[in-house]
């Protein structure tokens, strides 16, 4: 098993505590990226996007 952040190999097993990470490192960068919305999830088809409110909205 290869890291996904890093690519570096990695244990897979329960006794890895950051699995499928190497590293705290490379959790924190990935949790980074997720909370920075360079992931995201594929809507469902169909599904309509939710514009934000007001309030919501980054300026």
Do not use: H
Request: glycine share 6%; charged share 40%; hydrophobic share 25%.
């Amino acid at each position: 098993m290869r890291c996904p952040i890093c690519k570096k190999p990695t244990d897979g097993s329960a006794a890895n505590r950051w699995r499928p990470f190497c590293c705290e490192r490379c959790r924190l960068i990935d949790f980074g990226r997720w909370m920075g919305e360079d992931y995201r999830a594929p809507d469902a088809p169909g599904e309509r996007v939710r514009e934000p409110r007001p309030a919501d909205r980054k300026d």
